[in-house]
T-cell receptor, first 110, second 114 residues
Framework: GQQLNQSPQSMFIQEGEDVSMNCTSS?????WLWYKQDPGEGPVLLIA?????ELTSNGRLTAQFGITRKDSFLNISASIPSDVGIYFC??????????FGKGTRLSVIA | KAGVTQTPRYLIKTRGQQVTLSCSPI?????VSWYQQTPGQGLQFLFE???????NKGNFPGRFSGRQFSNSRSEMNVSTLELGDSALYLC?????????????FGPGTRLLVL
């Protein structure tokens, strides 16, 4: 099935650093979602975006809905060890199913 | 408010058997979607149900089927299991079925086929 291009695939960063990851699609989406998944658990919703250009924050996390509606970005500021996990972007348009990126695996070195 | 619950959490089956997985959505949510997650393919959409009707179906063989009950609880069934069906099966619920509806995931059922 269709998937989003999510990058980077993995990141190793020092505690306290900022992190950026992004997703691009060949299709226009009406909704962008960002999830985090810990080992053995289901994805947990971090941020939901519904309008092109929208910039939304959730604590140290900030995500943006790209103006072209074909991309989205997630930034994490001042990373901490509990930020470790896999981050997924997901997009949806109309009545089509939610489409997921392959994930960015984040490792934080204390 | 309780989250999405899935049972069982872990399951071991052998090739050729069939399996039924259960999902209880968040109270008040009427839409349930199922996904298969594997290391190689990532999260792949299986089905979406709203008010007991299948709204969307992913590109999976007919061995994969599902249904939704009047209380919004959902089940998925996989018949004639194959080794490649080993995966984490995730259920997600949302209030409705529109594009702006946010999906909330359960913890998943990890299926191992031997």
């Amino acid at each position: 099935g269709q998937q989003l291009n999510q990058s980077p695939q993995s990141m190793f960063i020092q505690e306290g650093e900022d992190v950026s990851m992004n997703c691009t699609s060949s299709s226009i989406f009406n909704t962008w979602l960002w999830y985090k998944q810990d080992p053995g658990e289901g994805p947990v919703l971090l941020i939901a975006l519904y309008k092109a250009g929208e910039l939304t924050s959730n604590g140290r996390l900030t995500a943006q809905f790209g103006i072209t509606r074909k991309d989205s970005f997630l930034n994490i500021s001042a990373s901490i060890p509990s930020d470790v996990g896999i981050y997924f972007c997901a997009g949806r348009s109309g009545n089509t199913p939610l489409v997921f990126g392959k994930g960015t695996r984040l490792s934080v070195i204390a | 408010k309780a989250g999405v619950t899935q049972t069982p959490r872990y399951l071991i089956k052998t090739r050729g058997q069939q399996v039924t997985l259960s999902c209880s959505p968040i109270s008040g949510h009427r839409s349930v979607s199922w996904y298969q997650q594997t290391p190689g393919q990532g999260l792949q959409f299986l089905f979406e149900y709203f008010s007991e009707t299948q709204r969307n179906k992913g590109n999976f063989p007919g061995r994969f089927s599902g249904r939704q009950f009047s209380n919004s609880r959902s089940e998925m069934n996989v018949s004639t299991l194959e080794l490649g069906d080993s995966a984490l099966y995730l259920c997600a619920s949302s209030l409705g079925a529109g594009a702006e509806e946010t999906q909330y995931f359960g913890p998943g059922t990890r299926l191992l086929v031997l």
